[in-house]
């Protein structure tokens, strides 16, 4: 990823960015065409790898074990116009967080850790107190949907992290920037707004 020395990530600011946006697109290169799945993918940080699963039909994953892929997480993002830098030395831009993930991908056949990977997405996006998990289910049940699946691991190699966030320019014009942001009220582009005023001082 191309990624100027102003907009690169911390390596801790990439984390929680694929901890905070788990919903990846998977790239991989398959014998005669690039390969792309979106699914949600959970990190390990002690093991820095990161975990997922195929629905088994999906043949990427034939394609793509043992070999070198790229796991995209997008975070927040939104257009820019160039009148809110108050200068026509501007021209409209976009804003965004991005992370790429690049490792190898194996696919995990032990059942215990399966299940543990399964059990720790649900717990993530759970609602607190749903009531819900893989525990409160029919054993007989989960062993049937588990073969619907290929679980994988990606061992990770590197992760480029960019935070293209107006900060080429003044502080004056990220201000301006911010300010033109909040009065939208929609979500990314708050969210953007809050990233950028973190980025002030």
Request: hydrophobic share 40%; net charge negative.
């Amino acid at each position: 990823m191309y990624i100027p020395k102003h907009f690169q990530m911390e390596q801790s600011a990439a984390l929680e960015v694929i901890e905070n946006n788990g919903f990846a697109l998977l790239v991989s290169m398959g014998e005669r065409e690039v390969c792309a799945t979106h699914l949600p993918l959970q990190i390990n940080r002690e093991e820095e790898a990161l975990y997922g699963h195929f629905a088994l039909p999906n043949d990427q994953w034939k394609e793509a074990e043992g070999k070198q892929v790229m796991a995209v997480f997008q975070g927040p993002h939104c257009y820019i116009s160039s009148d809110w830098y108050e200068t026509n030395r501007a021209v409209p831009t976009w804003n965004y967080v991005a992370v790429h993930v690049y490792g190898r991908l194996e696919i995990v056949e032990d059942e215990k850790q399966i299940l543990a990977s399964l059990h720790d997405l649900v717990t993530t996006y759970e609602a607190p107190g749903s009531g819900y998990g893989l525990n409160e289910l029919d054993p007989a049940f989960v062993k049937g949907m588990r073969k619907g699946i290929v679980p994988f691991r990606i061992l990770i190699d590197r992760i480029e992290g960019k935070a293209k966030l107006s900060q080429n320019h003044s502080k004056d014009c990220r201000e301006r920037v911010v300010r033109k942001l909040e009065q939208s009220g929609r979500e990314n582009e708050l969210a953007i707004a809050d990233l950028m005023k973190k980025r002030l001082d």
